[in-house]
């Protein structure tokens, strides 16, 4: 009776784990991507090293669990990284951070801040 309880939670934590992966390491990507450096070169090699880092780790690492948690350490190292990028962005903006030449759509020049 044990082992098939112990079998329906590893199921249930799988069915959970899965998808929140699959999901957190999409955004660490983008955040990756639309918050990384200015060169998109640079930004879209970081993101496509991000993913084929958290995959690999998946296959190298075992048991399987060990390569789940090395992933998300992973991903919690990108969140980090992501938090402090956007609290250091919202600061410089709060104190009257850079301003950004556009055009409106009637052609008229103006600022604004972005």
Known sequence: MIPRIR?????IA?????????LGVGWGALALWLDGPAARWLAGSLAGAFVL???????VVRPL??????????????IGWWRRFRRLL????????????????EGEESRARS
């Open 7 to 11: 079998r329906a939670g590893t199921v």
């Open 53 to 59: 880092g958290c995959l690999l780790l998946l296959i």
């Open 14 to 22: 799988q069915v959970i784990v899965w998808p929140v992966l699959i």
């Open 65 to 78: 669990w060990r390569g789940q948690l090395a992933v998300a350490v992973v991903l919690l190292l990108v």
């Open 90 to 105: 919202f600061a410089e903006m709060a104190a009257g951070g850079p301003e950004f030449r556009h055009h409106c759509s």
